[in-house]
C-alpha cells in the first residue's frame, strides 16, 4: 500500500515509517520540523540527538533496503500540500502533523495560537487534498483519549446511544478535554465527521493514551534509528519523563493526588495499533474510532512502579508531590473501552518488571546527557 | 455598560449598536468589511447599498445624539485586537465577527479555509483579550440553532444529562451539524468551555436560529439605517430571500421535500435577547447556553406563508421544489427546547401577517434593485 505518513519525524512518525517498509508497504514522510523548532525554542532537547528525516532515511536504506522519499515543508501551505499529493498518490494518510503538546499549548497566548491554527489548518488541508487528489484514500488520524476527559460515567468506543425522553439517538461520544492541545483534537473530530457525513471519506479516529518506550523491531539496537525521547515536562510523556527523573536521582513529580488515571501504550504497540488500522481500513463514509491503549494506572500506580524497578537496578528513587500545575480532577471514575483493536488483531506488549528495566538502562547510558534543569517548567494552566 | 460589539457593520451588529445606546449603554463597533467584501466577490450585493460604519454612524448620532467609536480592523490580527481592548475597556462584549454563511462556506476551499481561520481564530483572540485585559468582562457570543443539527431526540438547552450503565453525567449537549460553518460555530464552542473551565471566564453562548426582518425601534423609517438586506442563496436568509423572490415573481425554492425544520426569530427579538443577556450577564467560570428563536417552521410552512400574504397584496406567488444542494434530513424530529430567553423577560414578536406584509411591501419599494441572477447560485455541498 502507497502511505503518507504526516509529522513523519516525530516521536511516533519516524518509527511509524520504518514499520511499515519492514512490513511491505511504501512510505513517503513528511515534516517540517516544527517539533524541532519547539523544543529549542523552549530549551528542551531530547535526551540524545537523532540525525535528521534526510539523514535517518538513508541510515534505514543502509540497513534494511527501503527507500523512504522525504517531502521538507509545511502541511498548513496548501501549495505544498498539492506538491506532496500529487508526487506520492497516496492510498492511506497517517495523519500525525500536530503539535503535540498539551504543557505547550498552554504556554502562553503564541503557543497556543500557533497550536490551534497549525493543528486546524492541517487537518483541514489533508482533507481538502483527499477530495481532490484521493478521493479513495484512507486518513489514519491520532486523536487522543484526551478528547473525552474524565465523565463520571464508562467511555465507550467514539459514540454515545443516548436515551432521552422516550427517544434514541446514536452521538459522537461528548467530548470535553482539560487542555488547549486536547480541545483541538476535539476540533480535528468535528471537522472530519463533518467532512465524512457530507463527502464520504474514509477515516479511522485512534483515540490513543500517552505512549511509552524506545524500542521497535526496527530500531533493534541501532540507537542512530530511535525517535525523539523527550524527558522534560512540556514535551516528556509521564513515563518516559519518570524513567529518566529516576536516573538523574530528581524525585519523580507526582501532580496533586495523583490519582490522575489514563490508558498507556508501549511504543510498539502504536505501530502495530496504526499498521492493524491500514491494513483493515474504515468504509467510504466512515468514521471509526478505535480507543488506543492496552491498560490503565494511576499516576501514582506509575510512579510507585518506576520507584520498585529503579530501586531493584540500585537507584535511589523519590517520589514527590507537587502542587497541580493543570487543571484537571486528581481522583475520578474511568472505565474506557478498548476492544476495537484487539478485534483487528493487536497483540498488546504490557508493561513489565522488564521492559522498565531495559528503559532505565538505556537511559542510565545516556545518564551524562540529562540536564535537570529541563526537567520541572512549572507550566500552569492559570 | 462598555460594550463592544465584534462584527458592528453587520446584519446583526449594525442594529445591536443602535439598540444598546438607544436603551443607555456605551457602546463601540469593530469591524473589518469582511461580510461586505464577500458578497462583492460573490456577486451578491443587498438589495439597497447601506453606507459605511463612519457615516451609519454619524448618521445615527444626528439622529439619536449617541455617539459610538468605530473601529476598523481585522480582529484575527492581535495588534489590532491589543488596541481595540486597550483603547475601549469593555464591560461586555457582543461577539458576531464570524464568517457566517453556510453556503459560502461550503463554496470552495479556500472559502472554507477562510472561515475556519477567521472564526476560530477570532474567537481565540476575544478569549485571550478577556483574558489579558478585561478578565471580568463577559463575552455574549452569537452561536447558532445549527450546531445541534437534527438529532432523533429533543433538543435541551445547551446541556444533557446522561444516564449510562447505571452512572450519570451532564455533558455539553452533542452537536453535530450539517454545514462547515455550523462546524466552525461547534468549534467555537469547544474553545469557549474549555477556557471558561479553566481561566473562570464568563461567557454566554446565544444558539440563534434563522432571523428575518429588517425593521427595528431604532431604525424607524429611516432606510438608511437599515441593516444589510441579503436576497441571495448564500447570505440572505430563508425568510428574507423568500420575501424578496415573491416580489420578484420568482418562485420560492424549496429544497427537496421541504420538512427541513427551524427555529426563527424577528431581528428585534435578536436585539432584545442580546441585551436581556448583556443585563443579565453570566457568573464568573459559567458557559450560560440559551437557544435563542421563537417559533419553528418547516421550510414548506415558510413558503406557503409567504404565498398567502404575497398572493393577498396582489402578488402571484409561485412554490417550486428544487433538488436539495445540501445534505440535511428533508423531514425529521425536532423538538428544541427554549425558556431561558423567555425565564430572562423576552417578549417574542411571532411572524404574523401584518409582520409579512410590512416587509413585503418595503420591499415592493425596491423592486427595481433585485437582479434575479443573484437569488439562486446552486451551492452543492458535494
Redesign the interface.
Known amino acids: 500500500m502507497h502511505i503518507l505518513i504526516l509529522g513523519g519525524d516525530g516521536y511516533l512518525g519516524w518509527p511509524t515509517a520504518m514499520h511499515l517498509t519492514a512490513k511491505g508497504h511504501h512510505v513517503a514522510v513528511v515534516d517540517n520540523y516544527l517539533r524541532r523548532r519547539l523544543c529549542r525554542e523552549e530549551n528542551v532537547e531530547p535526551l540524545f540527538d537523532v540525525p535528521n528525516l534526510h539523514e535517518r532515511v538513508g541510515l534505514w536504506e543502509s540497513v534494511s533496503g527501503y527507500k523512504i522519499p522525504v517531502f521538507i515543508g509545511d502541511l498548513a501551505d496548501?501549495e505544498f500540500v498539492k506538491e506532496v499529493f500529487q508526487t506520492f498518490t497516496p492510498e492511506a494518510i497517517v495523519h500525525y502533523a500536530e503539535q503535540p503538546s498539551a504543557p505547550y499549548s498552554m504556554l502562553n497566548?503564541r503557543a497556543?495560537?500557533l497550536s490551534?491554527?497549525n493543528n486546524?489548518?492541517v487537518t483541514?488541508n489533508v482533507i481538502?487534498a483527499v477530495r481532490?487528489f484521493s478521493p479513495d484514500a484512507h486518513i489514519v488520524k491520532l486523536g487522543t483519549m484526551g478528547e473525552y476527559g474524565t465523565?463520571?460515567?464508562?467511555i465507550e468506543e467514539g459514540w454515545?446511544e443516548?436515551?432521552?425522553?422516550g427517544?434514541?439517538?446514536k452521538?459522537?461520544y461528548?467530548?470535553?478535554?482539560?487542555s488547549?492541545y486536547h480541545?483541538t483534537k476535539?476540533?480535528d473530530t468535528?471537522?472530519l465527521?463533518?467532512y465524512v457525513?457530507?463527502?464520504?471519506i474514509r477515516v479511522t479516529d485512534l483515540m490513543q493514551g500517552p505512549v511509552y518506550g524506545l524500542f521497535t523491531d526496527e530500531t533493534a539496537d541501532d540507537e542512530r534509528l530511535f525517535p525523539f525521547f523527550n524527558y522534560d515536562e512540556i514535551f516528556g510523556t509521564v513515563l518516559n519523563r519518570f524513567v529518566v527523573q529516576s536516573v538523574a536521582g530528581y524525585p519523580l513529580t507526582v501532580y496533586g493526588k495523583g490519582g490522575q488515571t489514563r490508558g498507556y501504550l508501549n511504543i510498539k504497540d502504536t505501530l502495530n495499533c496504526v499498521r492493524l488500522s491500514l491494513e483493515q481500513p474504515a468504509k467510504a463514509g466512515e468514521l471509526r474510532i478505535f480507543n488506543q491503549f492496552v491498560e490503565t494506572f494511576t499516576v501514582n500506580e506509575l510512579a510507585e512502579l518506576v520507584q520498585r524497578v529503579g530501586n531493584q537496578l540500585g537507584l535511589n528513587v523519590q517520589i514527590r508531590s507537587v502542587e497541580n500545575p493543570r487543571?484537571e480532577a486528581e481522583d475520578h471514575?474511568y472505565n474506557p473501552a478498548h476492544t476495537g483493536l484487539l478485534e483487528l488483531g493487536l497483540k498488546p506488549h504490557f508493561l513489565t518488571d522488564e521492559i522498565l528495566a531495559q528503559m532505565l538502562e538505556t537511559v542510565l547510558r545516556h545518564k551524562a546527557n540529562i540536564q535537570e534543569h529541563k526537567i520541572y517548567r512549572k507550566v500552569k494552566?492559570?
Open positions: 496548501w497566548r497556543a495560537m490551534l491554527q486546524l489548518t483541514a481538502f481532490e465523565p463520571n460515567i464508562d454515545l443516548v436515551e432521552h425522553n427517544r434514541r439517538h452521538f459522537l461528548p467530548r470535553q478535554a482539560s488547549l480541545t476535539i476540533m468535528d471537522l465527521w463533518f457525513r457530507t463527502w464520504d487543571k471514575y494552566w492559570s
